[in-house]
Structures are given as structure tokens and as C-alpha cells.
């Protein structure tokens, strides 16, 4: 069993930056691949960006490449969302999630999500 805990979310003007975080319990958070994925109001749940188990393989979406990284740290169960030059249409609720398979899918577990605002 693993349990995600997101933090790092708030409010931030447009330009700024915010760092997410995303702590695992259990002793096997190095056997998961671990995402971001983000939800909007109104809208779907849509992928923001993933890491391979080691952490060297990251996937982007297109909306959020050359603004957003992805990395993780094993030692600490904690994988992280950097988020740089951000723009009004990235607050959303910003969730973490991990799967036993490299393409995230199925997604094993769910964190909570934390709130990202940015006002423009």
C-alpha cells in the first residue's frame, strides 16, 4: 500500500513559480513510476508530466514544456513538480499519482491534490 500526500500549492501571479510536492509512504516508492496530472473546473483530468522509477525518463505535456520539471528523489519517498512562468490556465487542482507500469497506466494510487491558483 502506498499513500500520496501532496503540498506546495497557493496562490501565485502569473510569471511566478511554485514547487509541488508529492510524499510517499511504504518502502517501494522506487518500483513506481510517479505523475502529475491536473484538473481544472469544468473540465477532464488531464496528464501534466511523469517520471520513470529511476528518474531517468520524464514525459511533459505540451502545454507545460520548457516551463515545467518533473524529478524525483528516492531517499526521500518524494517526487516534485517545478513550476516555472506560470500562466493563468494552470490552476487546477494538481494531483500525483503512481503505477507499477511505466505508462501510468493503470494509476495504483492517488493522492488528494493540492489547489494551484495564478492570477493574472
Known amino acids: 500500500q502506498v499513500q500520496l500526500v501532496e503540498s506546495g500549492g497557493g496562490l501565485v501571479q502569473a510569471g511566478g513559480s511554485l514547487r509541488l510536492s508529492c510524499a510517499a509512504s511504504g518502502r517501494t516508492f522506487s518500483r513506481y513510476a510517479m505523475g502529475w496530472f491536473r484538473q481544472a473546473p469544468g473540465k477532464e483530468r488531464e496528464f501534466v508530466a511523469s517520471?520513470?522509477?529511476?528518474?531517468?525518463?520524464?514525459f511533459y505535456a505540451d502545454s507545460v514544456k520548457g516551463r515545467f520539471t518533473i524529478s524525483r528523489d528516492n531517499a526521500k519517498n518524494t517526487v516534485y513538480l517545478q513550476m516555472n512562468s506560470l500562466k493563468s490556465e494552470d490552476t487546477a487542482v494538481y494531483y500525483c499519482?503512481?503505477?507499477?507500469?511505466?505508462?501510468?497506466?493503470?494509476?495504483?494510487?492517488w493522492g488528494q491534490g493540492t489547489q494551484v491558483t495564478v492570477s493574472s
Open positions: 499519482a503512481a503505477s507499477r507500469t511505466p505508462a501510468l497506466v493503470p494509476k495504483d494510487y
Open positions: 517520471v520513470s522509477w529511476t528518474g531517468g525518463t520524464t
